[in-house]
């Protein structure tokens, strides 16, 4: 089955740049998710991606996907202390496109 | 539009007792998911439903947890009897299918204490 995973902790400072890394397995992925937690609260979609791009922006977020190397990641450019949270990706599976397979998640610092 | 809503917020509660968590989706989604987090294994799906029918309940841990949903708009996960090792949160997601892809929405969760 898909497996996902993603590096566990990433401290940057605030008005750097964050890059959160990901990898899956199955190749027949048709989209892939990121998705933040925030402490408390539940996960709040940020942004996904079809298989067939290779990139897509959205304000201060930027996701790469390199289907090559079953490799996605999210970009976010000047880094706020808002944006420390746990940061998801998620793959859809190849069976039964409405299961979704969560990596265990990227826990990002801001620091001032 | 109100997103997915979970009731209660927090839940504490004493081995052995029933507990029933409550989910609302999204107005016009036909999926509904049951997930659970802990530290320690992450997020789990538990099982989900397409227009009310369960499809997939092999995530659920054993058969003290049972999940239904009666309506469109209503879903219940229920622990019985309840014990300290389902301390989580427990999450409600819902989506609308479409070719290819699923988008899952999340409720704010519940937080169960078993003592």
């Known amino acids: 089955g898909e497996d996902v995973e993603q590096s566990l902790f990433l401290s940057v400072r605030e008005g750097d740049s964050s890059v959160i890394n990901c990898t899956y397995t199955d190749s027949s992925s048709t989209y892939l998710y990121w998705y933040k937690q925030e402490p408390g609260a539940g996960l709040q979609l940020l942004t996904y991606i079809f298989s067939n791009m290779d990139m897509k922006q959205d304000q201060r977020l930027t996701v790469l996907l390199n289907k090559k190397d079953k490799h996605l990641s999210l970009r976010i450019a000047d880094t706020q202390t808002g944006d420390s949270a746990i940061y998801f990706c998620?793959?859809?599976?190849?069976?039964?496109?409405?299961?979704?397979?969560f990596g265990t998640g990227t826990r990002l610092l801001v620091s001032p | 539009d109100a997103g997915v809503i979970q009731s209660p917020r927090h839940e504490v509660t004493e081995m052995g007792q029933e507990v029933t968590l409550r989910c609302k989706p999204i107005s016009g989604h036909d999926y509904l998911f049951w997930y659970r987090q802990t530290m320690m294994r992450g997020l789990e799906l538990l099982i989900y439903?397409?227009?009310?029918?369960?499809?997939?309940d092999s995530g659920m841990p054993e058969d003290r947890f049972s999940a239904k949903m009666p309506n469109a708009s209503f879903s219940t996960l229920k622990i019985q009897p309840s014990e300290p090792r389902d301390s989580a949160v427990y999450f409600c997601?819902?989506?609308?299918?479409?070719?290819?892809?699923?988008?899952?929405?999340f409720g704010p969760g519940t937080r169960l204490t078993v003592l």
């Open positions: 998620a793959a859809n599976m190849n069976t039964g496109f409405q299961k979704l397979v």
């Open positions: 997601a819902s989506s609308l299918a479409q070719a290819g892809g699923n988008t899952q929405y």
């Open positions: 439903f397409n227009n009310n029918v369960p499809i997939d």
